[in-house]
């Protein structure tokens, strides 16, 4: 049965060359989302221009949806495909490739070759992920149904959605803000497995999903055959982060100081997603105008972006400001390990920033200097002023985790001590050996304690002298706490 006719217009298209534009207004044409004849529209308008630099590739849908907005695509003209893109190299280079299985799809299949039926960005807000998706819009050169969510019946939408994309014979689903959906109602779970798996092996339909955090979806939308390419949107690093800091100076048709330290601001800009590094510029432009631009300017904005908490008292800053100087002390112990970004304290808030010198290799040594980092606040506090503060309570959990870890996750200790997480099926550990775990963790946080607690002593001068340096400043760059403590 083919109601609607969709094989004979798809041999005709390729006969006649006709855009996937002009089958989708066939198809809209002769039926509608029920199978009812439409009525003749005889105010029809035609399709508006854009006025954006996407209008040579973008064209949207004439035909008003409440469900989704209908995008084409023609090809790139002269244009490397998500370059507009600062950084995620390797997610970029992931998602080109599925874009372009997805574009050769009709001769993998014919070889008998499965492409991903799903993929699903996901990280935290501010990272990229929108724009990705915008600039997959641009370079798949198929029909975009890009989903709303904004009608009463969600679940109507979606297979409302799908069916259109079904009938276009070769199209991109995109569901932004998954998790948002699933929130609204919890039929649309039930909804996108139904209709993933409706999907047939001659569908030339590929669905792209975005999320903020991915323990929000469901496994049974993970699993193969549906949502199954998962790719992480990760932090820029400060490399990129410095690359964007770049392309926003040129889109404001700004000039670096002549001194401008690339280094130095990229070891500022850690810890700062994507949208921030884009308010950090807007924040200098507002308060400094165009010209003459600054390296304390600049430096200026990045915590005025970073640093949104009202002042408090004086005493609770500078007990805030030695609590800051004793991570960054400690942690100068430790070069090979960690180099140090930043220090910010704003009201009763502080921060401590420092990068990884390898990222994600853990020795233990490396694990050791990390423990004795997040301890070395709270004895800072402890040794100069005899008290600690609420502020304290994480820096020591952090502690404990990594002690834990480092025997029962990483196998430091004994491989048949070792104590996995719990399992259905999986044995259960008896009270007495997890009781001698705790012993050995306990036994290393003490040791890491007491040797801390000796190496602020000796440091003492330094840790105040740094403490009464950010206090005054509130904000402290790289270069300005290693001269300050040697």
């Known amino acids: 049965m083919d109601p609607y006719n969709v094989g004979e217009k798809r041999k005709k298209m390729n006969n006649l060359g006709k855009s996937y534009k002009d089958l989708y207004n066939e198809l809209m044409d002769e039926e509608d989302n029920f199978g009812c004849k439409e009525e003749e529209n005889s105010n029809q308008k035609e399709l508006p221009k854009q006025n954006d630099d996407n209008s040579k590739n973008t064209v949207k849908d004439n035909k008003e949806s409440s469900q989704y907005e209908l995008i084409f695509n023609s090809k790139l003209e002269d244009e490397e495909p998500l370059s507009r893109v600062i950084g995620h190299e390797n997610q970029k280079k992931e998602l080109l490739s599925v874009i372009n299985w997805f574009k050769n799809s009709k001769e993998l299949k014919a070889k008998g070759v499965s492409i991903p039926r799903g993929v699903i960005l996901f990280g935290q807000p501010g990272n990229g992920k929108s724009l990705l998706i915008k600039e997959i819009i641009r370079c798949c050169e198929a029909p975009v149904f890009v989903f709303k969510g904004e009608q009463i019946n969600i679940v109507e939408g979606i297979c409302e959605t799908f069916k259109k994309a079904r009938e276009a014979g070769h199209a991109v689903i995109i569901f932004d803000e998954l998790d948002l959906l699933i929130n609204k109602e919890r039929r649309v779970i039930r909804a996108l497995q139904e209709n993933l798996d409706g999907v047939e092996s001659s569908d030339d339909?590929?669905?792209?999903?975005?999320?903020?955090?991915?323990?929000?979806?469901?496994?049974?939308?993970?699993?193969?055959?549906?949502?199954?390419?998962?790719?992480?949107?990760?932090?820029?690093?400060?490399?990129?982060?410095?690359?964007?800091?770049?392309?926003?100076?040129?889109?404001?048709?700004?000039?670096?100081?002549?001194?401008?330290?690339?280094?130095?601001?990229?070891?500022?800009?850690?810890?700062?997603?994507?949208?921030?590094?884009?308010?950090?510029?807007?924040?200098?432009?507002?308060?400094?105008?165009?010209?003459?631009i600054k390296n304390e300017m600049i430096y200026q904005s990045i915590y005025n972006i970073t640093d949104?908490?009202?002042?408090?008292?004086?005493?609770?800053?500078?007990?805030?400001?030695?609590?800051?100087?004793?991570?960054?002390?400690?942690?100068?112990?430790?070069?090979?390990?960690?180099?140090?970004?930043?220090?910010?304290?704003?009201?009763?808030?502080?921060?401590?920033?420092?990068?990884?010198?390898?990222?994600?290799?853990?020795?233990?040594?490396?694990?050791?200097?990390?423990?004795?980092?997040?301890?070395?606040?709270?004895?800072?506090?402890?040794?100069?002023?005899?008290?600690?503060?609420?502020g304290c309570e994480n820096d020591l959990q952090s502690a404990r985790i990594n002690a834990y870890n480092l025997f029962n996750m990483i196998g430091y200790s004994s491989c048949w001590e070792t104590l996995p997480h719990l399992k259905s099926g999986a044995r259960e550990e008896t009270a007495i050996k997890r009781r001698k775990m705790e012993r050995k963790i306990e036994a290393l946080l003490k040791k890491s304690e007491k040797e801390t607690t000796k190496y602020i002593k000796e440091h003492k001068l330094e840790i105040t002298a740094l403490g009464k340096l950010l206090f005054a400043k509130k904000h402290l760059k790289s270069s300005e706490i290693l001269s300050c403590i040697g």
């Open 205 to 292: 339909i590929l669905v792209l999903a975005a999320t903020n955090y991915l323990g929000d979806i469901p496994d049974a939308l993970l699993r193969y055959g549906r949502l199954e390419k998962i790719v992480e949107i990760p932090y820029p690093t400060n490399e990129e982060a410095l690359e964007l800091l770049k392309k926003h100076f040129k889109e404001f048709n700004l000039k670096f100081p002549e001194d401008f330290d690339e280094e130095e601001v990229a070891l500022s800009l850690n810890g700062i997603n994507c949208a921030g590094v884009k308010a950090v510029v807007n924040d200098l432009v507002l308060r400094n105008g165009f010209e003459n």
């Open 308 to 390: 949104r908490v009202k002042e408090a008292s004086k005493e609770d800053n500078l007990e805030i400001a030695i609590h800051e100087a004793g991570h960054a002390v400690v942690a100068k112990a430790f070069p090979q390990f960690f180099k140090i970004n930043r220090l910010n304290i704003s009201g009763a808030n502080g921060e401590f920033h420092a990068k990884e010198v390898e990222q994600g290799f853990w020795p233990y040594d490396k694990i050791i200097a990390d423990i004795k980092i997040s301890m070395a606040g709270v004895l800072a506090q402890k040794i100069i002023y005899g008290r600690g503060s609420r």
